[in-house]
């Protein structure tokens, strides 16, 4: 059975670090583009960053770019998002999701886990 369980999220004061991670299981990971997703209250799904299977290339929104690193451990098949300097507009839910790479449509996502950056 597929499984993309998030943990790290919490309440973190502006300019804190905060790490995301995604444990992922029952399904070949490493061959999967993994991203984080966020999305605020009333706001669209952004993508806040993304890495590749074996190769590790990353992407990051503008918005994270930066501040944000993505990274992955296949042997773990787990991935991470190491969150600096966190703004207050950085408060969302974060998915973890699994993309096959030959789609462009996500395949699975985890249950979210919450971001609040506040004072």
């Known amino acids: 059975q597929v499984q993309l369980v998030e943990s790290g999220g919490g309440l973190v004061q502006p300019g804190g670090s905060l790490r995301l991670s995604c444990e992922a299981s029952?399904?070949?990971?490493?061959?999967?583009?993994m991203n984080w997703y966020r999305q605020a209250p009333g706001e669209e799904r952004e993508l806040a960053a993304a890495?590749?299977?074996?190769?590790?290339?990353?992407n990051y929104a503008d918005t994270v770019k930066g501040r944000f690193t993505i990274s992955r451990d296949n042997a773990k098949n787990t991935v991470y998002l190491q969150m600096n300097s966190l703004k207050p507009e950085d408060t969302a839910v974060y998915y973890c999701?699994?993309?096959?790479?030959?789609?462009?449509?996500?395949?699975?996502w985890g249950q979210g886990t919450q971001v609040t950056v506040s004072s």
């Open positions: 890495i590749s299977g074996t190769t590790g290339v990353t």
């Open positions: 999701a699994a993309r096959p790479p030959w789609s462009s449509y996500v395949k699975y």
């Open positions: 029952g399904f070949t990971f490493s061959s999967y583009v």
